[in-house]
């Protein structure tokens, strides 16, 4: 492993104090998961102060310590001091980014930033060293502490910038300084926080703001805010700006697709190079996303038909579509894992998922289902505004869980119900229950409705030959 910081890189930086001379090969702000050679950030939340974990990352490993003040008990040598450790962080990640010849990529969206980062990772790092955010970490801590992690010899970059609020990509986006910037989508997500959709899309736009000089911004020509967006570009004097969709004009066009129950097979038109490729993970929303994300490789300068045949190797991340195939004596059903997070717009997309999917013999289509959370007033009406997207997937049982899924409970027909709870632990054996061989589940809920204990509970059993038992 190679040397990420020494300390006197660290400390020209951050602007900091150090006694000592170290080497770092990471950067961690979690004890939990802290490697040795780490150097352990200190930060200061609502909820916890960093700086109480000091000692104990030094005694599993750390080199040293980013902190704001001496630490009792832990040598100045092991110290590197700075005013504020969040501004330390940021100060790392802004270094590491000047330093690397890496050409960048930035992805935001409502849906699909996680899947679309993962995704350009994986058909990226054939073609060249590729560094990317670990799960979701994209915020103002997760930015930076990516760019600080980001070894100078990386190639490519793929940076996830999330949001709640306005003004909170701006910051993230002029510290990235991306080459290709990608809105997956803009949709009704955190909504509670602004009076309409339309703030959603300024708020993701300001993605573009980051862009480097001849920086590509990469719009979603289907949806409803494409054009708002796209004029923000315009407005910020962006001469790249590349769209991707189902018209015939869009620089990456969706010429045809054939949907399958492992992936789906794509024929695209992408900056006038007609392709055919395969996206290894079921799914209208990530034929989708494909489009655009070829796009990003296009504005990197990479090889877009490579990039392309390597798709068939993206599969689904766990929370995200995996699938398992669990058994039941001597037969299995198919479990969908869509536990991580849920908005309207991925609801309806993971729907379609589960629509699409074929049960075994007298097997069903069962869809276990958790509040959508964070959507403001409108929230109730959006649950209850689900039973569209039910009843075109033909779901043939539907479990409930929270409160505000209550509203889709109360107009489910009576055939298709079958369980409501309060919570997924009430939930859990009511659904374990009812599922029999040739069933596909489908869990889906915002992380908060804590639909993933469902998916852990009938994931766990022993593994035979491939599949899960189940008692």
Not at 111 to 117: E, R
Not at 192 to 207: C, L, M, N, P, V
Not at 219 to 226: E, G, L, T
Request: proline share 4%; hydrophobic share 45%.
């Amino acid at each position: 492993m190679s040397i990420l910081w020494t300390a006197e890189e660290a400390a020209r930086a951050t602007g900091g104090k150090i006694a000592g001379s170290w080497q770092a090969m990471g950067v961690s702000i979690d004890t939990r998961t802290l490697e040795p050679g780490d150097l352990f950030v200190a930060l200061t939340g609502e909820a916890r102060d960093g700086h109480q974990f000091v000692a104990d990352a030094i005694a599993k490993g750390a080199v040293a310590a980013l902190v704001s003040r001496a630490i009792e008990g832990v040598p100045a040598e092991k110290l590197l001091i700075v005013a504020d450790t969040l501004d330390g962080l940021n100060a790392l990640g802004r270094a590491a980014r000047a330093r690397t010849q890496a050409r960048v990529a930035a992805v935001t969206g409502s849906v699909g930033k996680t899947s679309s980062k993962e995704a350009l990772k994986a058909i990226l790092s054939p073609q060249g060293k590729t560094h990317a955010s670990v799960a979701s970490y994209n915020n103002l801590w997760g930015v930076p502490l990516t760019l600080a992690r980001m070894p100078a010899d990386t190639q490519f970059a793929i940076i996830e910038i999330g949001m709640n609020h306005a003004d909170e990509i701006r910051p993230l986006t002029r510290l990235a300084r991306p080459h290709a910037a990608l809105i997956t989508t803009v949709e009704a997500v955190h909504i509670e926080h602004f009076s309409g959709i339309e703030g959603i899309a300024d708020a993701k736009a300001e993605i573009f703001e980051g862009l480097e000089p001849g920086g590509a911004a990469v719009i979603n020509h289907d949806n409803s805010q494409y054009g708002r967006v796209r004029d923000t570009a315009q407005r910020l004097g962006i001469a790249s700006i590349l769209s991707f969709g189902s018209d015939p004009a869009c620089d990456a066009a969706l010429i045809s697709y054939a949907p399958g129950e492992t992936g789906s097979q794509v024929t695209a038109r992408v900056r006038g190079q007609t392709l055919s490729y395969v996206v290894g993970a079921p799914g209208r929303h990530l034929v989708q996303n494909s489009l655009g994300i070829l796009l990003v490789v296009s504005a990197l300068g990479a090889d877009v038909a490579k990039a392309a045949a390597s798709y068939a190797h993206v599969g689904a991340a766990k929370g995200r579509g995996s699938r398992s195939r669990i058994a039941i004596g001597s037969d299995a059903f198919e479990l969908i894992d869509e536990s991580y997070n849920a908005n309207p717009a991925s609801m309806a997309a993971a729907l379609a998922l589960l629509g699409e999917a074929k049960p075994g013999p007298s097997g069903r289509r069962i869809a276990v289902l958790g509040d959508m959370l964070e959507l403001g007033p409108g929230g109730p009406d959006m649950h209850e505004g689900l039973i569209a997207p039910v009843t075109n997937a033909g779901c043939d049982l539907v479990f409930c869980s929270g409160k505000l899924m209550a509203r889709l409970w109360a107009v489910l027909p009576p055939e298709r119900r079958g369980a409501y709870a309060e919570t997924s632990a009430i939930l859990l054996p009511l659904v374990d229950a009812a599922i029999r061989a040739g069933d596909v589940v489908m869990v889906k809920g915002s992380f908060g409705s804590r639909m993933g204990l469902i998916v852990d509970a009938l994931k766990s059993r022993q593994t035979v030959e491939g599949a899960v038992s189940r008692a």
